[in-house]
Structures are given as C-alpha cells and as structure tokens.
C-alpha cells in the first residue's frame, strides 16, 4: 500500500462540520471584519506559511479590485478591514489603499512581518503606519534568534527587532504600562508541531524579555495555532508527521470555540477578488457558498451564508482557540 497522500491523512478523522452546533455553521449578519490579501508576493518564505508566498510569487490586486472592495465594505455594513499578503508592503498601491481607508474613517488592520520595515524601499511605511493609526499585527514567531531563524532565515530576528523599535519611536507599543499612541500586536507560531503555550504567560514572557534584551515595546500578543495547510501540512507529510499533528488538533477540539470562530464574521478577499470563509479556505482553494466574489458584495449585502467547513478548521478549535 502506498503512502497517503495529504487530502487522505486530512479525511482520516471525524469530519469536522460534525463537531459544530448547527447554530453556529452559519455566518453572522452584518459581518464585522473584510479580510483583504493583496497578494502572495513576500521577502521571506516561512516555514510555517500556509498560502506559501514568497519572493517568487508574483499575484496581486488590481486597483479595480481594490476599490470593489472599498464598496462592498460600504455595502456590507462591515466595521473593520484587514489588510495582508505576502507582504502588503510590496504591493505598488498599498499607501493608495490605507488612504482610502482612512479617508472613510477606517483605521485599517495591516499584518506586517516587521523585518522588511528595515529594507529601503519600504521604510517609509513606518511613517505611513504612523500617520494612518494602521493597527499593525507583526509576526515574530518568537523572542529569540534561534527560534525566529529556524522558521524564517537568518537575519530575520535582529531586522525584525530593529524595525520594532523604530515603530517605538513613532507611538507604537506600551511604554511602561503607559499606554499606546498606536496599537501594535504581536503574533506568536509555535516552530513545531505543537500547540502554542498559554497566551497571556506567553504575551509576559515577550514583554520581560524583549524589553530587557532589546528595550523594544509591543501593545499585546496573541498566540496562533499553525494550521495543517500550506508549507506547514507538506513539511509535517514529508516527515510523515501529519497524521500525529492532526490527531493532536481533533484531540484538543474545544467546543466553546465555535461560536466566535473567524469565519462566522468575516470574509477573505483573495488578489483577484474571489471570496472565501477565510484565508484558510483561501489557502486550500475552498471558495465561499454559491462562489460569490467581492463584485457581488459590492452590489448587494449578501447576508447570512452557510460556511464552508474542512478538516484544517480543527486548528481553530484547539484548545484556547486560534481565530
């Protein structure tokens, strides 16, 4: 018998749908949160990426795109937009859409992997973010070189730190329980196969150690469970490792999750304007009931909409809960 392939490791448990309260397999209505990937295009190719962008990646959003998305945000009743990649920064028309944003008085979500802050071309969005109030969630897998480098490159850690402080000298990040000028959320992964640790021990630990190692500021941090998808569900097949981590998840089911899981109240945007539950489903080509795209939303509130639900979704449930 040969050996199985991901799509057969991943249909090996109890189909996930079953595991949720009919209630809660639908979307809320209004959704709340516009996830918007402006495309995979990134400086760095991480371990643990499930939509598996990097530098030789060259997908991304059309302005024409862009702007449906600008009305369906309208249309939709949504209240907060979340802007990602790749790297957001090396989309040629990134500032143009913060500015559309903060022209309707949204301050905009951006996920930013901190380091590329420090390349010349895109530095200026330090300033950008700042000017904005974008409320920025920066990746740093960890509070360590070792750790960080492992998932991300050498180099990476000592660049992300760097452009963490410079994000310190314009607002962002708690000074000494001062407060926030500009909100900056950090985002933990674990480097293995594992589930992340208890968030707010973890969110301290950050805080004692890159203060006192690096006098660097972040606002909270929150802890994400890598999802059996992407770059993260080849590297645990090829080590035949999937299976475990899978096991692992469904394990670790956390029923009192379902109700707030993102997709209940949100959608994700891919470059090209099709929608899906979220970036997961994106990740693995699952598109949203009925295929709508972002033009649809535009015209028309779409309303309440049954979700599309696959095994990767026990990352969600597990444990704390990683939406």
Not at 86 to 99: A, Q, T, V
Request: proline residues 5%; aromatic residues 10%; charged residues 20%.
């Amino acid at each position: 018998m040969g050996e199985q392939t991901i799509r057969e490791v991943m249909s090996s448990v109890p189909p996930f749908f079953t595991r949720v309260p009919q209630e809660h397999r639908y979307s809320i209505d209004p959704l709340t949160t516009m996830q918007v990937n402006v495309g995979y295009r990134c400086n760095l190719s991480c371990r643990h990426c499930h939509l598996q962008c990097g530098p030789e990646r060259n997908e991304e959003m059309s302005r024409e795109v862009m702007q449906a998305c600008l009305d369906a945000f309208d249309v939709g009743g949504f209240s907060s937009v979340d802007i990602t990649g790749g790297s957001p920064e090396m989309h040629p028309d990134l500032e143009w859409f913060l500015r559309q944003w903060s022209a309707r008085g949204v301050p905009a979500i951006v996920r930013t992997n901190l380091c590329i802050l420090t390349d010349p071309d895109y530095a200026h969005f330090v300033d950008v973010y700042e000017a904005l109030d974008a409320h920025l969630f920066a990746s740093l897998p960890f509070y360590s070189a070792a750790n960080v480098e492992k998932i991300r490159g050498k180099g990476v850690f000592e660049a992300s730190i760097e452009a963490l402080r410079a994000l310190n000298a314009v607002g962002y990040g708690d000074h000494d329980g001062q407060g926030d000028t500009h909100a900056i959320t950090l985002v933990f992964n674990p480097s293995s196969a594992a589930l992340p640790p208890s968030q707010a021990a973890l969110e301290n630990e950050y805080r004692r150690k890159l203060l006192a190692e690096h006098d660097a500021h972040f606002s909270n941090l929150v802890a994400i469970t890598n999802n059996p998808s992407g770059r993260f569900a080849e590297a645990l097949h090829r080590k035949n490792n999937l299976g475990t981590y899978l096991a692992r998840l469904v394990s670790a089911f956390n029923p009192d999750t379902t109700e707030g899981i993102m997709c209940r109240s949100q959608i994700s945007v891919d470059w090209q304007g099709r929608v899906y539950d979220c970036d997961f489903n994106q990740a693995i080509g699952v598109p949203i009931a009925r295929r709508k795209d972002i033009f649809d939303f535009a015209r028309v509130r779409q309303g309440e909409r049954r979700i599309a639900f696959g095994n990767h979704c026990y990352g969600c449930t597990a444990g704390a809960g990683s939406s």
